[in-house]
């Protein structure tokens, strides 16, 4: 069976940071690429930014970079997404999920449960 745990989401102010990880069990992980996704609350999916499996190609949304990074370690079948600066309009549910997903589809790829984040003053 595929997993994917996520976690690290929080109440955050804005400027702030936070680290989220995915766990992923069940799945041929180091020879993946990896997408987080984010759903802000009424809206549709937004793909956040992309990592290739060795680590070595990465892609971001405009929006976000310059300050989100994303990293995995493949020894801990785990990825990750360090977000900095963040804004009010990045409040969401954050996803991992498997594979290059651009555009995001749900049904498309494995998804785990999602973490929030809330961004407030």
């Known amino acids: 069976e595929v997993q994917l745990v996520e976690s690290g989401g929080g109440l955050v102010q804005p400027g702030g940071s936070l680290r989220l990880s995915c766990v992923v069990s069940?799945?041929?992980?180091?020879?993946?690429?990896m997408t987080w996704v984010r759903q802000a609350p009424g809206k549709g999916l937004e793909l956040v930014s992309v990592?290739?499996?060795?680590?070595?190609?990465?892609y971001y949304a405009g929006s976000v970079k310059g300050r989100f990074t994303i990293s995995r370690d493949n020894a801990k079948n785990s990825v990750y997404l360090q977000m900095a600066s963040l804004q009010l309009g990045e409040t969401g549910q954050y996803y991992c999920?498997?594979?290059?997903?651009?555009?995001?589809?749900?049904?498309?790829?494995?998804w785990g449960l999602g973490t929030q984040v809330t961004v407030s003053s």
């Open positions: 999920v498997t594979g290059r997903r651009d555009p995001p589809i749900r049904g498309e790829g494995y």
């Open positions: 069940g799945f041929s992980f180091s020879t993946s690429y």
């Open positions: 990592i290739s499996s060795d680590g070595g190609v990465r």
